[in-house]
């Protein structure tokens, strides 16, 4: 897989991004702000369980709200719930 989208990573050489060094930024950019089409090709290259790993593990600080609830819902997370409240009391805005 190929990173072209720039608006993805405008901070970073897209090009220069490293499948497997940068798994987590790749993995977050693109599950928050991806098409269909990425969202699926990252499935691909890095597996149902790490996607759903980086999803319980990291989804709660790395992902907004709302691709959290997404994610959480579609991957049919367990602790949905907790993970949501855990998302709420972090969060700056409360509403």
Same mark, same amino acid.
């Given at each position: 897989m190929k990173l072209r989208e720039q608006t993805l990573f405008p901070?970073?050489?897209?090009? @220069?991004?490293?499948? @497997? #060094?940068? @798994?987590?930024?790749? /993995?977050?950019? /693109?599950?928050? %702000? #991806?098409?269909?089409?990425? /969202?699926? %090709?990252?499935? %691909?290259?890095? #597996?149902?369980?790490r996607i759903k790993n980086f999803v319980t593990t990291h989804g709660v600080k790395k992902l907004s709200r709302k691709s959290l609830n997404f994610y959480l819902t579609v991957f049919n997370i367990k602790n949905k719930d907790a993970l949501m409240k855990e998302k709420l009391r972090n969060s700056l805005w409360k509403f």
């Open positions: 901070e970073y050489a897209a090009s @220069r991004l490293n499948l @497997r #060094g940068d @798994r987590f930024i790749i /993995i977050q950019r /693109i599950l928050e %702000k #991806g098409t269909l089409e990425q /969202i699926v %090709k990252i499935i %691909k290259l890095y #597996g149902i369980h």
